[in-house]
DNA sequence: AGCGTTGCAGCAAGCGCTTTCTATATACGG
DNA sequence: CCGTATATAGAAAGCGCTTGCTGCAACGCT
């Protein structure tokens, strides 16, 4: 068998609550009883039973960290920096979390199957990132699952996604937006008056508050939007490649190409050198996140950097308690518009 | 208080003992009871006790997956694919299993500790990736503790990953060094004589393999290398940036370099194009793992792809028993040169 | 009719830990 | 010196679930 407290206990020659009192650090034990446990532990190779300890604790330290796509550096790295502050191993003091990352796939089902079983393993803290899906009953659920794990103890903060009312939830979320805005408003500034939107999957917030920035900028400036210049798709560059192609199709008057996110307008330049057209010469091309390989396309992108890592070990920060949630329990981050080499003023018509 | 077993049990008019059975599914029970039961759990909206459940069937549906770098799609399609497998939600029948990620940062107490949390947890299976880090000490405690987990009755797999005699775990490893060697002799092929090369971090297996091949085409083609032609860095952009000025520095008529990976790569372009140097004009530029931005750089990279979520998903599989394991517990991948532009023919000397 | 099967359900004993409460020993003030 | 704080250790009662075993009908066989 394992070795069990009582072995560790009778090795010791104390009793199996003075070992729990040792390893937990949280009761008075005499210097020289403690050196006794430890030295025994250490001999036994002893390792705490985790789910007896959270059952009979009533708490667990398992941290679980929700994201949609885990090969996406985007989720990547926001669950990287958050996973730094939860401390996991190697974090400092403070017992020891087991922050695991969930990757849903985006899955609806997915998502709220592993908020349960967060729930079952009655977590400590529970991150969301990315954006939510627009679908009422989905929310409703996932909003009630939230609450729930409220209720339990659990803190649910959600980074990069729009706030959960009445749920209880902190929210940090990204001005995708205000971001969206600026990056078209760049743009229209150049010269352009004729662009076309990849947008991303249809019932997503991201997707959604991108695409309202990019038509407020629009209109703020009175340019009319044709229906022709918006194509939806994944958040990959796939996608990006055949809605530019489908875009070049619908109108080869375009002169700039906004993209829902860096990897789709990375598929979206290759879509226009494969169709001969010079970047930005014959059309510019825009991104968003502004992830790592961004600056290293050729041209670099212009995009708007999203402080992922910022925001996530913040969110961090806050699901473990050391640091205080926002006024309000929401806070919003801005990105940074970063114009680089893709974008510049269109060909003369 | 939150609900429990019994709860449901006297709703439905039964034994706890029959409400477990029912749950999970592993012993007869009428139809009729089931139903009652069933509908007892969805009216009390009933969520099992994860850590009661865990100790008291001495197993957990926890499934760990260590990763160097979450923030790096090389782990992160791993990662993924393995998951998909392991079925965390929305996966196939079977009982529910929480696959979670584990970030490591590539710190070896950080990955002991890891394995310490799960074993903890009484995790069913676990799934390493990635190179391993080649200090004897640290190779020792992690042997022993692979061993003890599997003594545990948790499942190990390598994916990735040199093997691990003697420990029982199953290994899936990358031929680095044919892939190397491969490459290498590729631009060999091509005429290059040459040739620079931005190694990994020192003591990972990754680094060795890769470098390991490369000598050994070197040598097959009675090429005597420079010590000069070599540097060691990190895996990413930057450190591919600042080795390949370093390389220029040391020997300016280098006609390709060879970097440990695609990141490094795309650094080496990036800093070749800003020393005014054309690729492969000028220089051949060759990465590794053909990661999906890879083909987007410009012009595209010629690396090796290593089938990343097919190696994933076979590890997934071994770890949920869903397949056997390869004979000796040990199969090669092997990876496949990918020839793209950014590779030709060396310049005239 | 008698009796071994079979099919379902319940009993109850833990799983290995935490924690409240109690006990003992030492220290302290008067 | 004694009564009472003050440390420190132990006893024991669970935490909520699983599961081996027992119980008891209904069933089929000779």
């Given at each position: 068998?394992?070795?069990?407290?009582?072995?560790?206990?009778?090795?010791?020659?104390?009793?199996?609550a003075?070992?729990?009192?040792?390893?937990?650090?949280?009761?008075?034990?005499?210097?020289s009883?403690?050196?006794?446990v430890?030295?025994?532990?250490?001999?036994?190779?002893?390792?705490?039973?985790?789910?007896?300890?959270?059952?009979?604790?009533?708490?667990?330290?398992?941290?679980?960290?929700?994201?949609?796509?885990?090969?996406?550096?985007f989720?990547?790295?926001?669950?990287?920096?958050?996973?730094?502050?939860?401390?996991?191993?190697?974090?400092?003091?403070?017992?020891?979390?087991?922050?695991?990352?969930?990757?849903?796939?985006?899955?609806?089902?997915?998502?709220?199957?592993?908020?349960?079983l967060?729930?079952?393993?009655?977590?400590?803290?529970?991150?969301?990132?990315?954006?939510?899906?627009?679908?009422?009953?989905?929310?409703?659920?996932?909003?009630?699952?939230?609450?729930?794990?409220?209720?339990?103890?659990?803190?649910?903060?959600?980074?990069?996604?729009?706030?959960?009312?009445?749920?209880?939830?902190?929210?940090?979320?990204?001005?995708?937006?205000?971001?969206?805005?600026?990056?078209?408003?760049?743009?229209?500034?150049?010269?352009?008056?004729?662009?076309?939107?990849?947008?991303?999957?249809?019932?997503?917030?991201?997707?959604?508050?991108?695409?309202e920035?990019?038509?407020a900028?629009?209109?703020?400036?009175?340019?009319?939007?044709?229906?022709?210049?918006?194509?939806?798709?994944?958040?990959?560059?796939?996608?990006?490649?055949?809605?530019?192609?489908?875009?070049?199709?619908?109108?080869?008057?375009?002169?700039?190409?906004?993209?829902?996110?860096?990897?789709?307008?990375?598929?979206?330049?290759?879509?226009?050198?494969?169709?001969?057209?010079?970047?930005?010469?014959?059309?510019?091309?825009?991104?968003?996140?502004?992830?790592?390989?961004?600056?290293?396309?050729?041209?670099?992108?212009?995009?708007?950097?999203?402080?992922?890592?910022?925001?996530?070990?913040?969110?961090?920060?806050?699901?473990?308690?050391?640091?205080?949630?926002?006024?309000?329990?929401?806070?919003?981050?801005?990105?940074?518009?970063?114009?680089?080499?893709?974008?510049g003023?269109?060909?003369?018509?």
């Open positions: 068998m394992t070795v069990t407290l009582a072995d560790v206990a009778a090795r010791a020659q104390v009793s199996p003075t070992v729990s009192r040792v390893l937990n650090g949280n009761y008075p034990v005499a210097a009883t403690r050196e006794r430890l030295k025994a532990v250490d001999e036994l190779d002893y390792v705490l039973n985790g789910p007896a300890s959270a059952l009979a604790a009533a708490t667990s330290d398992l941290v679980g960290i929700l994201v949609n796509d885990i090969a996406d550096p989720f990547g790295i926001m669950a990287s920096a958050i996973q730094a502050e939860i401390g996991g191993p190697g974090g400092r003091a403070g017992g020891e979390r087991l922050a695991v990352v969930c990757n849903t796939g985006g899955s609806p089902e997915r998502e709220l199957t592993y908020l349960t967060l729930q079952r393993q009655r977590a400590a803290a529970v991150v969301l990132t990315g954006g939510a899906i627009e679908d009422a009953a989905h929310q409703a659920a996932m909003d009630a699952k939230v609450r729930k794990l409220g209720e339990a103890g659990t803190r649910v903060v959600l980074c990069g996604r729009p706030p959960a009312p009445d749920t209880g939830a902190i929210a940090l979320t990204f001005d995708n937006r205000g971001g969206g805005q600026e990056l078209t408003e760049h743009l229209i500034g150049l010269g352009h008056r004729r662009l076309g939107y990849i947008a991303g999957p249809e019932e997503r917030t991201t997707t959604r508050h991108r695409l920035g990019h038509r900028a629009l209109a703020a400036h009175g340019i009319e939007e044709d229906p022709r210049w918006t194509v939806h798709g994944r958040y990959d560059r796939r996608s990006g490649y055949e809605a530019t192609l489908e875009l070049l199709r619908r109108d080869p008057s375009l002169t700039a190409v906004v993209a829902a996110n860096d990897s789709v307008a990375l598929g979206a330049c290759a879509a226009l050198r494969d169709s001969g057209l010079r970047i930005p010469e014959d059309v510019s091309v825009a991104g968003f996140d502004d992830l790592p390989f961004s600056i290293d396309a050729v041209p670099s992108l212009t995009t708007v950097r999203l402080p992922l890592a910022e925001a996530g070990a913040r969110a961090g920060r806050i699901a473990m308690g050391r640091e205080e949630a926002p006024p309000g329990g929401i806070a919003s981050v801005r990105g940074e518009l970063m114009v680089r080499g893709s974008s003023v269109p060909r003369a018509s």
